[in-house]
T-cell receptor, first 113, second 110 residues
Framework: DAGVIQSPRHEVTEMGQEVTLRCKPISGHNSLFWYRQTMMRGLELLIYFNNNVPIDDSGMPEDRFSAKMPNASFSTLKIQPSEPRDSAVYFC???????????FGQGTRLTVV | TQLLEQSPQFLSIQEGENLTVYCNSSSVFSSLQWYRQEPGEGPVLLVTVVTGGEVKKLKRLTFQFGDARKDSSLHITAAQPGDTGLYLCAGAVNTDKLIFGTGTRLQVFP
C-alpha cells in the first residue's frame, strides 16, 4: 500500500481565497483524522471520521473550516475564506478503530499571504 | 477538553546521555501511544501501551504507562544523534478519538 496520500504538498494562497486539501487514506482503514500543526499550538485534532461519518468536529476552529468524507477512500478539508492565521501544516491520518497505529500522510504546508 | 502536557518542551543533550520525557493529563485514556516525527514528515508510531503500569522496551527506549492511565514516560538510554526528533505522546479517548501531546523536541549532539 502507498500509505496515506495528501495533496497538494504545498499551497500558497492569498487571504480570502478558498483552499481545499485532499486525503486518500490507507485502503481498509475505517477511521480518518485531520490535524493541524503549528509551533505555537502543536498537533491539534480538527475532526475525525468513523466509517465515513464525522464523529467529532469540536476541534474545527470556526465555520470557515469544513470537512467531508464522501466515501472510504477520499476526504477533503476546505477553508473558505482563508486567513493568514490558517497558515500551518495540515496532516491527514488513518487507522483501524481501536488501539492501532495511526498512519500519517506527509502533510500539506499551507501559507496564506 | 482532554489535554496532554509534555515536559520538557525542548531537550538538548550530548550523545551517550540518558533522558526522560513525561506526558501528563488529568484525564484517563484507554490507551497511550508514543510517536516520533522528523522534519517534513508525519509522526511515526513507536509504541502503544494499554494497561495501567505497563512497561515496554524498544531497544534503548523504555515506555511506561501510569497506574491510573493518566500519564506516561519515555526513557532513552545512551542517546544517539539518530534519536533527534519531535516526540509526541497521544491518548485515545473512547478508543476512537486520538489527541496528541504538546511535544518534546530532542536534539542529540555527537
Amino acid at each position: 500500500d502507498a500509505g496515506v496520500i495528501q495533496s497538494p504538498r504545498h499551497e500558497v494562497t492569498e487571504m480570502g481565497q478558498e483552499v481545499t486539501l485532499r486525503c486518500k487514506p490507507i485502503s481498509g482503514h475505517n477511521s480518518l483524522f485531520w490535524y493541524r500543526q503549528t509551533m505555537m499550538r502543536g498537533l491539534e485534532l480538527l475532526i475525525y471520521f468513523n466509517n465515513n461519518v464525522p464523529i467529532d468536529d469540536s476541534g474545527m476552529p470556526e465555520d470557515r473550516f469544513s470537512a467531508k468524507m464522501p466515501n472510504a477512500s477520499f476526504s477533503t478539508l476546505k477553508i473558505q475564506p482563508s486567513e493568514p492565521r490558517d497558515s500551518a501544516v495540515y496532516f491527514c491520518a488513518s487507522r483501524w478503530t481501536g488501539f492501532t497505529e495511526a498512519f500519517f500522510g506527509q502533510g500539506t504546508r499551507l501559507t496564506v499571504v | 477538553t482532554q489535554l496532554l502536557e509534555q515536559s520538557p518542551q525542548f531537550l538538548s543533550i550530548q550523545e551517550g546521555e540518558n533522558l526522560t520525557v513525561y506526558c501528563n493529563s488529568s484525564s484517563v485514556f484507554s490507551s497511550l501511544q508514543w510517536y516520533r516525527q522528523e522534519p517534513g514528515e508525519g509522526p511515526v508510531l513507536l509504541v502503544t501501551v494499554v494497561t495501567g503500569g505497563e512497561v515496554k522496551k524498544l531497544k534503548r527506549l523504555t515506555f511506561q504507562f501510569g497506574d491510573a492511565r493518566k500519564d506516561s514516560s519515555l526513557h532513552i538510554t545512551a542517546a544517539q544523534p539518530g534519536d533527534t526528533g519531535l516526540y509526541l505522546c497521544a491518548g485515545a479517548v473512547n478508543t476512537d478519538k486520538l489527541i496528541f501531546g504538546t511535544g518534546t523536541r530532542l536534539q542529540v549532539f555527537p
